[in-house]
């Protein structure tokens, strides 16, 4: 597998630290808000990357952090009367509704800013013994940029022209740098503002400081992948790195993965130009399985365009994958039981060479789009190669197929029918009187129909309850 490195800016061959095992930490959302549909651009590629990975048997450990303290999420507290906690807490839950209908994997861990303070507090108190950051006089700690020579690595960015581009940025309150390349760790309460104690100053951490401590604490000092949109590259991964390596040195992160930003009909998002979607307003017009598919359908570097054309595009797209998978589910219930003719187990060869195919777009740096391209050559095989004369075993090999590759982009193409609570019944009073007339066999055959089904029955002494897994 080859992955696009942004510290090199190249393509370099992917060697995890430890054999079998990736650990990967992609930067989350700042929760005050719906994420939008840009925001659910790295949660689907990078959730697709991992997948990808699970599928070549690597065992990943996938951190993704909640931002639950930040300028943002405190301003709209201070509107709506409330502790800031109550925003963020909303969000996090509105945000986890999203991720699941995108079908984005729950994380190994998503740690909260909030909760690791005292983990952060730590890594200040290090650098600041180190020599790397320092304390001014309101309480306020910089790191101390020109300490860590390696800075601008990431970005390619050159320290001093850094410095000159820094000198126009100075604000108010920033005074107090010793240089303006110095960025914040730990800044002092305002009124208004929630805080905690720290030998400094009561007051709360600055932004970079979180993913630095949370990927350490969650991964170890040296991990395999760092991700999340471009925008992040400067200043924030930059400042990681710095605040990372100089407190625990050792490299950071071994490669650098970054997704380039979505655009709506070629414009940059923005909610003043009303160009803006949250994915819940997505949701309300399409199934998110198609945003997703959308998401997927460019390389996860290239620029991508949202239109409502392109999203139409898409739904045709997967629906040409689902109704492939619903053809072959149609012809399975009378297809007949008998071995594989010598055709047929030639065409299970052929149709093996759109995995291979597959396989070969995703090792090239996750190539969603030619991935797709190669499930979509495969429907068309299987579109041509199938029909109602096919056994079982050829139908249902190339059903798996198609359903393994969509389900490695994290994409649903089998729809399974949800059985009616009347059926249901039915069926377990079939059960009942096939036991009584001594029928073990048939009654035995319900009950596995129903738990296929994920129905679990219990006899009790009422008689026969069921309930839903
Ligand atoms: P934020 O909540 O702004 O920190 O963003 C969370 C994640 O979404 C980060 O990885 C951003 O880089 C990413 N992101 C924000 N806007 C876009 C966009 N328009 N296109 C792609 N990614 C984005
Ligand atoms: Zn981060």
Request: glycine share 6%.
């Amino acid at each position: 597998m080859r992955v696009y490195n942004t510290l090199s800016k190249k393509k370099e061959d992917f060697v995890p630290i430890k054999e079998g095992e990736v650990n990967m930490y992609v930067c989350g959302p700042t929760v005050y808000n719906l994420i939008h549909i840009g925001n659910a651009r790295p949660m689907i590629v990078f959730d697709t990357a991992r997948r990808y990975m699970e599928h070549k048997g690597y065992k990943v450990n996938y951190v993704s952090n909640f931002t639950d303290v930040d300028d943002k999420i405190i301003k709209k507290a201070n509107e709506e009367g409330v502790d800031p906690s109550v925003i963020s807490e909303r969000y996090i839950a509105e945000c986890r509704k999203d991720m699941e209908g995108l079908n984005v994997k729950t994380a190994t861990v998503h740690p909260k800013a909030t909760e690791e303070i005292d983990g952060m507090i730590e890594m200040i108190r290090t650098l600041i013994d180190k020599g790397h950051a320092y304390v001014a006089k309101d309480g306020t700690v910089y790191f101390k940029t020109r300490s860590f020579k390696d800075y601008g690595k990431l970005s390619h960015k050159n320290l001093d022209d850094l410095r000159s581009g820094a000198r126009s940025l100075l604000v108010s309150g920033e005074d107090q740098k010793e240089d303006p390349l110095d960025f914040v760790l730990w800044k002092p309460k305002k009124e208004g503002e929630p805080y905690w104690e720290s030998p400094w100053c009561e007051g709360r951490p600055g932004w970079h400081i979180e993913c630095s401590v949370m990927s350490r604490k969650y991964l170890g000092e040296e991990i395999d992948i760092h991700a999340g949109g471009e925008d992040l590259i400067f200043p924030h991964h930059e400042n990681e790195i710095a605040q990372s390596e100089a407190a625990n040195g050792k490299q950071f992160a071994k490669y650098w993965l970054h997704n380039a930003f979505l655009n709506i009909d070629n414009k940059k998002m923005s909610k003043s130009a009303g160009n803006f979607f949250t994915v819940r307003d997505i949701s309300e017009k399409y199934d998110l399985q198609v945003l997703r598919f959308f998401m997927l359908s460019a390389h996860y570097r290239s620029p991508l365009n949202f239109s409502a054309d392109l999203m139409e595009a898409a739904k045709n797209g997967l629906e040409r994958i689902t109704s492939c998978v619903g053809n072959l589910n149609f012809m399975l219930d009378k297809a007949a039981d008998r071995e594989l003719t010598d055709e047929e187990r030639e065409t299970l060869k052929q149709a093996e060479a759109y995995i291979a195919k597959f396989d070969e777009a995703m090792d090239d740096d996750f190539n969603t789009a030619d991935a797709i391209s190669a499930i979509f050559e495969l429907v068309k095989f299987v579109n041509t190669h199938a029909d109602e004369q096919s056994c079982k075993a050829l139908l249902q090999a190339l059903k798996e197929e198609i359903v393994m590759l969509s389900d490695i982009c994290g994409l649903i193409v089998e729809k399974k029918e949800e059985i009616l609570d009347a059926d249901i019944e039915a069926l377990i009073r079939e059960r009942q009187e096939a036991r009584k007339a001594k029928n073990f066999a048939r009654a035995d055959e319900i009950r596995d129909t129903l738990a296929a089904q994920g129905i679990i029955l219990e006899d009790t002494r009422e008689g026969v309850k069921w309930k839903r897994a």
